[in-house]
């Protein structure tokens, strides 16, 4: 891929424990390989965490219950049903995270409403 070095220096910079620092944008031109390195960064970081998801939008898409779901399901979330409305999926989803260490990768962001929809206000203490 040609992302072995900058992948490194991410990687690096996000295992720092940093309580200022909660993650990383990666952003530029479509088809520069941000997804590649998102998911490669994914790949070498989730083994560091107790719980990882990675998250794949659509442009200018509310989020789904079913990608909720599924974000939850790769965080080890129980307790939660399926059929319940997104609202409902997206409360159980920051109450999670606020509680855990937490490694979510947001990939195909196109709007501030997507992140602020499904980012918490704050993350458990470790978070990336």
Partial sequence: YGFEQR???LVAELAVPDPERLGLWLHGM?????TTLA???????????QHSALIELQPDERIS??????VLKQLGATGFKEASPAGVLLTTLQDYVCNEVVL?????????????????????????
């Avoid at 998911?39 to 560091?48: D, G, I, V």
């Avoid at 219950?65 to 599924?70: A, E, H, M």
């Avoid at 947001?106 to 458990?124: A, I, S």
């Fill in 7 to 9: 992948e490194a220096e």
């Fill in 30 to 34: 479509g088809g520069c390989g941000k």
């Fill in 39 to 49: 998911k490669l960064l994914f790949n070498r970081l989730a083994p560091h965490f």
């Fill in 65 to 70: 219950s079913q990608q909720l779901c599924s």
């Fill in 104 to 128: 979510l990768v947001v990939d195909n962001v196109w709007t501030q409403d997507q992140l602020d929809q499904l980012l918490p206000r704050r993350f458990g203490q470790g978070s990336r």
